[in-house]
């Protein structure tokens, strides 16, 4: 099993490197087939050498061949992110049907931290498609009837939805469709949960960001990467966690 492990990570760190060009064409409203990559300040055409992922980073330390510009870490990044993602949701779930709705969530959640932590946006373009894409997977993929499916995508809308009133733009658009998506993949409970995860890690990781200086107070922090992590353990072990804070009662 081993060389299948190795294949995954392989695999999903070329689509993180896909991502991260989905991410940032999407940013900027352009084509995600043409032109080829290209850096980004001297506009030279990069070779096959300048895109293996990780690796052309650290061999380049961080910086274009050709122009010696600083590349910007969040394209390692976004490669790390899909493999480390990948990696964790086909461990936990196994070879099985479920694998689908799990890796399309995971690619939409990538995608959004892709985006939200370069110009704090989700995107209609990716969210919708993959709502859709995902609401027909649950026509046929899940161990619980469409419609309780369907019921998360509702909780997961009017709980977002909520939260922005009373924030009174605390949250955006991006993310209540992002939360329908979640909700249509978990279910109605699963769903809460990932959301109260979100906010625990955000809360965690806003302090974090205050005490090492990277953001101040009051200023707008990113959510999508805590609704990936707080998402993620809710689908792979909600339902533990669940059992063990029922069991303290
Ligand atoms: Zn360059």
Redesign the pocket.
Known sequence: MVFVDIFVIIYALILGSFFNVVAIRFLKKESVIFPPS???????KLSIFDLFPVLSYLFLKG???????V?SPLYPFGELLTAVSFFYIYKSIGVSLELIPALILTILLIISVLTDIREHLILDKVTLPMLGLLAITRLFIGSEPFWYYLLGGIAGFSLLFLIAIVSKGGMGGGDIKLYAAIGITLGPSLTAMSLVLASFVGAIGGLFLMMIGKVKRGQPVAFGPSILIGTIIAYTYGEEIWKWYISFW
Do not use: E, S, V
């Open positions: 290209q850096c980004p300040h001297c506009n030279h910086k274009c061949r050709y122009c010696k510009t590349i």
